[in-house]
């Protein structure tokens, strides 16, 4: 009966889109341009809700606000969260229209203050860009790329990037464990390129002599032996957008920022970017068990821009 009632509500939900779609199409003569980046944002709002369980006819304001809020939490730029919540207006209007709804949630929803300054973001081709200025000639070339790759992938910020641990790998599953803000842990999906790239830097990471009490940490200094500081990842990646002649103001969190855009605007779920950025306590052992677990890697591999590239690469299937 359950199932049966499911399925009622998404072929409800369905029949309610196409009307809107038509409703855009002819009613408001939109082009297929602006139709599309309506159709898009509300899917955004639409997905965020079914993870919510909250069904798109029974929707109130606070889902809307928790909606909004969770697009300023990724840093969306205000511009964007502007445009996509005056498309979710619009979307609420047609349901008035229609008498499919009796009263309108978003009436109340307030739009973001434009003028909030936000970290620049990086366009895929830029950062394909910067990343390909990497000097795999060098020494340290293989590890710099291993860095901007996971740096990407898993949209770390600089700090969890270089505590990052060889203990906290876990490969096979597709994660890896990283120690955030306030010492609360998270599991965060890797892509298969950025595993590729850090195996790859584990050629050079063994002839490396490492000090000490150092044994464990991934990224390593050549010449120190030593983890690398933030401050050398920030000089890394400000040389290579310069080689790159990226004029951007750019810094190991533009790789965060950009990540959680582009996951946003390739049509991944909210819940799920808020938890890939670190929004969640997690134990070691959920890695096998917490059946999440598998959406959040599902949305990664699916939206992740370089992960679509890199399937198309390699011409197989990855899970």
Known sequence: MEINEKKQKKDAQEQIIKKYQQYLKLEKSLSSHTLDAYLTDLDKLLSFLTLEGVDVLEVCLADLQSFSAGLHDIGIHPRSQARILSGIKSFFRFLILEDFIKADPSELLDSPRIGFKLPEVLTIEEIDNIISCVD?????????????????????????????????????????????????????????????????????????????????????????????????????????????????????????????????????????IQSMLGHESITTTEIYTHIDRNMLRSEIIEHHPRNIKYRAEKGNDFH
């Open 136 to 272: 795999l000639s060098k020494v340290e070339g293989q590890r710099n790329r291993a860095i901007l790759e996971t740096l990407y992938s898993c949209g770390l910020r600089v700090s969890e990037l270089t505590n990052l641990k060889l203990s906290d790998l876990y490969f096979e599953e597709g994660f890896i464990k990283v120690d955030g803000k306030g010492n609360k842990q998270r599991l965060v999906p890797i892509s298969p390129r950025a595993i590729r790239e850090i195996q790859l830097y584990f050629m050079d990471r063994n002839q490396i002599e490492i000090k000490k009490n150092y044994e464990d940490f991934v990224f390593i200094s050549q010449r120190r032996g030593k983890p690398l500081s933030r401050i050398m990842i920030f000089h890394l990646i400000k040389e290579l957008a310069v080689t790159a002649q990226i004029t951007k103001n750019i810094s190991p969190h533009t790789f965060r920022h950009s990540f959680a855009t582009h996951l946003l605007e390739g049509g991944a779920n909210l819940r799920a």
